[in-house]
Structure formats: C-alpha cells, structure tokens
C-alpha cells in the first residue's frame, strides 16, 4: 500500500503524515525531516479506502486535485488535522466537513501562476493556428507542400481577449495579451484598478461572451461555477470564437461543448481540464477543431518543485500549532471541538 514510513522525524516530532503521491522535492524531504511519513505506492489514483488505509493513525494527509477527501473519509480518520493539498484547486476535499472537524485545509497557489498562464496561451496559439492539426498532417505523411488555403487559422494580434475570472492566473494571461495587441475584457465579482489602468474592461460575463474572440476560463470550481458554461453560454459566443479552460473541467458542460463544436457554434476549443477526469469523451477526441491536453497546466519543474515545498510548509505549519499560509477554510480558525 505504502512505502515504509522514514522513522521518526529528525526533529522527534511524534506525528504521522501520509502522501496520497511522492510529490516532489524539496517536498517530500521537509515532511520527512518534521514528521513519520508514508507515501502511497499504487501506479493509480488511491481509492477513498486506500487513503483511509493509508493514512490510519496520521495527522495529516497530503493529497493531489485527483483524491476525493469525503467527511466519510475524515470521519475515519480521527487523528487527522490537516490536508494539505498539492495544487491551486481545493473542490476534492469537503471543506464544510473539514471545517466542523476542525481539520484544516491548505493549496499551494502564487508558485504554479506563470506556469500555468503560459500553458494557457500555448493552447491559444495552438488553437487559433491549427497547430494540433498541422502536426497530425505532417506525422501521417499528408503535408504535400505549401498551399495558400492550407489550414487558415486566426488572428490573435489585435483580437478581443474575454477572461471568465480575474484571479492571479488570469491576471498574469492579461498581461500577456498585452504583447499581442489584444484587448482584454473581464468578467469578475470585483473591479480590478491595476487592470483597468492597464485597459482591461470589466464586463459582465455575457458581454465577455458575446465580444470575445477567445474565451478563457479561470475560476474556481463550486456550486455556482458548475456548468457556468453550459449551452445557453456556448451560443452566446461568435461562430469565430474559441474557448479555453485551463480551470477546473466541470465549470463547462462537456455535452453542450460537444454539440457546440459539431454544430459550429463555436470555432474551436482547447482543454487542458475535463468533466470526469482523466475520462476524455471519445466523441471530443475525434474532432479535429479540439486541441486536448493532459491536465499540463503546472507542468514546469520549477513549478511542480515549489508547489511541493509550499505544500510541506502548509503541513508543517499546521501540525506545529500556527496558521498555514495557504490556508483555505479560514473559519476553521478557532474550532478545537471535534465530533
């Protein structure tokens, strides 16, 4: 089930963390520099009774976006007073649950933001100029030379940017935008001064998607945000208009995606995340105006590296008594009764 734990911690502390994934280091060598801990060793995702198994007696857990952390799951593990989540991302982990057992909940955002900004407009490029379908042409042996009508994409210079949210990510896609003339809307619960003294214009969101050339999504996924962009959504944007998400999958309706890019809606869309992860819908795979990636958002080393470290502090922090500094359920703060 899991690698044998590496012995007391070097600082003696009698506390017990169990990892869901060896994450990276310097990750991996903090938690066990602070505390006795176990890594699950399974080549998938580990069931709900696999965390359970694994982390039987621990205070604290460390999980990834995939493992779902249920009250059913907290409820049997009495001992536990802390998940640290390893990404931006906490919709995994019951945090109404978490909060009345006094568990704390932390995520590791900031490291992995101009990261995943990049990977966000290399599926706009990707998008906008074909370029998933150039290399599959090229790969099968069908490129027969240059042709003026090859594979006409779009203009990103000087085109509408709609950002659906305007959290650090989207923040650091504006300010990429800018490079390439593009005017940038927004749709957010709040105004931004520093955006709109860049140019940036906060619309409300059906404006971003009537407006925008590409539509680029960057909230978080709740209640509300599920299935934001749903059907009503999709034929509000132009025919000539592509959607990309680089969020969370389940903020767009993947049947109404579906139909949108069949019935031309839409122009195209670029996904990095999807509805029932890692269950990517044959019927998307099939399309060619579909550029599909596999959840790459963070995937730099630097990136991975410090989500990890930031990751073990949260866990330190939390087991030691202090306020983790990516602590989620802040109203946690202050619960010492546990049922």
Known sequence: MSEPAAGAGLLGSPESVFCTYP?????????RMHFDTGVFSGAQAPAPAEIVQGAAGCAGLVALVRDQVSDEV?????????????????????????????????????????????????LLLALARRLGEGERMVRAGKFHGW???????????????????FGRIAH????????????????????DRQAE??????????????????VSIHVALTPETRHLIDAGALRRMR???????????????EVALLQALREGWIAGAALDVYEREPDVPVALRRLENVVLLPHLGSATRNARAGMARLCALNMVAALSGQVPPNLVNRDVLGIGVRD
């Open 23 to 31: 994450i990276p280091e310097p990750g991996l060598f903090i938690l």
């Open 74 to 122: 907290m409820a049997a593990l009495p001992r536990l007073r802390a998940v640290a989540n390893y990404g931006v991302g906490y919709d995994n982990v019951d945090l109404n649950a978490a909060s009345r057992r006094g568990v704390l909940v932390t995520n590791t955002p900031d490291v992995l933001t101009e990261a995943t900004a990049d990977l966000t407009w290399a």
């Open 197 to 214: 003294s860049m140019g940036m214009v906060r619309v409300p969101l059906e404006r971003v998607l009537q407006e925008a050339d590409f």
């Open 239 to 253: 025919p000539t208009a592509y959607l990309i998400n680089t969020s969370r999958g389940p903020v767009v309706d």
């Open 147 to 165: 042709d003026p009508r090859m594979l006409l994409g779009a203009d990103v210079s000087g085109a509408t940017l709609g950002l659906v949210g």
């Open 172 to 191: 650091a896609v504006a300010r990429r935008a800018q490079g390439f003339a593009m005017s940038v809307i927004y749709s957010s619960r709040r105004e």
